[in-house]
């Protein structure tokens, strides 16, 4: 049977080229993912600037719910208490311990704000001064890629926590490591007092981990070494959720896109040769041996093809870590790791559902009656099995069952709930695909094709009643492409766009004020309120916390989000207690909250903050906010402590004048309208959108070039059917006009498929965020997918129906396949 399986690949090589195709990029997608989640679990980041300490201690990374599961890395940079520097310096084993701590300060506005630190940090990467000496106060050492034309003794601006001030130039200095962010060091006298971490360096003969172990360390701080140390460097390195659910989503997205076009594919193929195969029982071979004759065909190219994916799964992986990376999604410190278990698991799970696939494919082709065979293969079956309706109509009702939960959902929740409708609704569709063709292509249809082609419309309509099978083939790639390019980013611009209403529209301000030097400057705030025309005005701070007394178990791994305030911007109502009392240790929660919590105005709260300080607030306010997107409101002047920064991020006024507020003292500002507002709070929003326009983005490549493999496949079988046509007087264009309108309604069918799959997620999920079944996005994304469908479909019918038609019209009907 294996020499028969290879002798059939020669004429077969259509089939079986768009098999290894789809094995090749599924199997190395599925091993990519596999290195994501990999990259996910080890969370190996080097560090760079701490490098030279053996141990690091700093605030634990990432916050553990009390009552809940998992870990989240926390906003906010963790620091720890200054008097513990002596404390682990005076322990046995210690040589020496170093703080160091990290601040806003630039030579000029830019993207990297967090590059000041004190000259003892120097001795953490180390730093070696190439020319000058030491800062004294009032002096700073460039990294001297940042010196430009620089020397010892110039005077320089450099911009400290959003305010200008001047320095005289002691040094510069070039780190003896890689050090992908520079640094300006300060005097210690011109440094926050505050400690971020301290680099502990053992004394000769001990050993890091052993000393590690042994620190006497107080609650909620940790001593890393290792590669664990870059968790204390870089922020977003604390926690592998974000990637695991990225990768596991990826994968599994993959994995059904796999089997449903390889399925498609197969079937397809298997069905093509059903005169062969019925010549074949019918000259003695036994249902056992022609079943085996089929698998072991496809699997031999699978198996090609899947050692082909797999050496593609490394350069993929990297390539779409790289993407991450340089988007943002992941650290840029963290390294991809791909072991040897992200490719046996691609190719375990590569190989199963291909052996799955072709056995269901190769069993009725074994078991069928050779003259049964035969007279399907001259006239095509169109019925499809019981098995199948019921399995169809599971999917189907499972996709009206999560559109319909998926409106009683939280905003939160309402995308992972919603989400998988695309894939339900494709798959019913795979599944029922001969069944939804007879029933669309109705006598309008029909008529339709009729009216604009005439007898060539009618002959289009037969063959795709009849050859309904056949053209679930076509339809499936072009359905599941549909529902997972439209579903994933019409529902992401939905939910973007509802949390930035609900944001944008609690707060009432005209005018926005924003820094990219780290921060608003301590000062502006005094200024802009003093201004004339400035009817409100109130810094802005964001940043996310837990509420732990009473622990509140409606938020353990998603926090709160909390906003920071000092003026009266907030447009919610008050429910009780009042917003002008916001100052010092107080908290105003929204309504909801309370209730769950049993609290109420006067109450205290223990609120763990993004820097895990548990802070005790007073509750003066109960303030409704926007259903799903409610914030807890603090002082921004106790919020902005805990920040990283130390600084709000934005003010926001009202005033008919903007510009009599003069920002000239003021490097890195920028004043603007509203849209500012929105803009800073959509770019926070836009990593997850990113990750999902990227998921989508590789998904629907991949079913692309399924669709046109599966095109190419079904037309160039009918080379028999072609030149039967032309001896009974058809011409080369009636032939080629028919393959279009044949393509083009299976083309309409799947884009309609693929909407309707696609609502089941978008509209559930614009109710859920939005209130209201209206989506939010651009239409032209709808008019431009429908073009890039009729650009994949039409000229792969038209290139591959010329070449089916090349031979002459008697060599087409000897042929021996098609």
Known sequence: MIRLALSSLRFRTAAFLAIFVAVVLGSSLISAAGGLLETGLRLNASPQRLAAAPIVVTGRPAYHPTNGSGSVAYPERHGVD???????????????????????????????????????????????????????????????????????????????????????????????????????????????????????????????????????????????????????????????????????????????????????????????????????????????QVHKMVVAETMLVAVVALTAGLLLGGPMGRWIFGLLNSNGVVPAALRFDQGPLPYAGAAVLTLVILRLTVGFAAGRAARIRPIQALTEAAVPPVAISRVRLIIGAVFAAATVGVGLSTIFMSPTNAAAIGGPAVLTGSIAVAVLGPLVIRTMLTGRVTAFLERRAGTTGVLAAINLRVRAVQFAAILVPITLATAIALGNIYSQTTQQKAAVEAYTDNLAASTVITSDTGGIPAGLFDQVRSTPGVTAASELVRSKGWIEEPYDTTHTSDPWPLLGLNGPVYKGRARSGSLEQLTGDTVALPPGAAKHLKVGVGDQLGIRLGDDTLVKVKIVALVDGTSGYESILLPSALLAAHTTAGLP??????????????????????????????????????????????????????????????????????????????????TRRQVSKMLYLENLVIAAFGLVLGLVAAAFSIFPIAIATRGWPIPSGPIWLLLGWIVLVLLLVLPVTGIAGRLAMRPKPMDAVNSPAG
């Open 82 to 288: 200054p008097t513990l520097v002596a404390k682990l310096a005076t322990t046995p084993g210690v040589a020496k311990a170093v703080p160091d701590v990290s601040f806003p300060a630039v030579l000029a506005p830019g993207k990297d704000t967090l590059i000041g630190h004190a000259w003892t940090s120097a001795a953490l990467t180390p730093y070696k001064l190439t020319t000058g000496t030491a800062p004294a106060t009032g002096q700073v050492v460039l990294d001297q890629r940042l010196a430009g034309s620089a020397k010892p003794g110039d005077q320089l601006n450099v911009i400290v926590s959003g305010t200008s001030r001047e320095f005289v130039l002691a040094g510069l200095a070039a780190p003896q490591r890689d050090v992908d962010v520079p640094s300006i060091f300060f005097a210690p006298a011109d440094s926050p007092a505050r400690v971020d971490a301290i680099g502990v360096f053992p004394t000769p003969g001990t050993a890091p981990a052993d000393l590690a172990k042994r620190l006497d360390l107080p609650a909620g701080v940790s001593a890393l070494t290792g590669d664990d140390r870059g968790a204390a460097e870089f922020a977003g390195i604390a926690t592998s959720l974000p990637l695991i659910i990225l990768s596991g989503v990826f994968g599994g997205m993959v994995a059904v896109v796999l089997a449903l076009v390889v399925s498609a594919t197969i079937g397809l193929s298997v069905r093509q040769r059903r005169r062969e195969l019925a010549l074949l029982r019918a000259s003695g071979a036994t249902p056992d």
């Open 649 to 730: 991020s934005q003010i926001v006024l009202t005033t008919k004048e903007p510009r009599a507020i003069d920002l000239q003292k003021w490097p890195g500002t920028t004043i603007g309208d509203r849209d500012l507002l929105s803009a800073e709070y959509d770019a926070g929003l836009g990593i997850d959108a990113w990750i999902s326009y990227l998921l989508a983005a590789i998904a629907i490549a991949y079913t692309a070039i399924a669709s046109i493999n599966t095109i190419a496949v079904a037309v160039l079988d009918r080379r028999r059917e072609f030149g039967l046509q032309r001896l009974t007087g058809s």
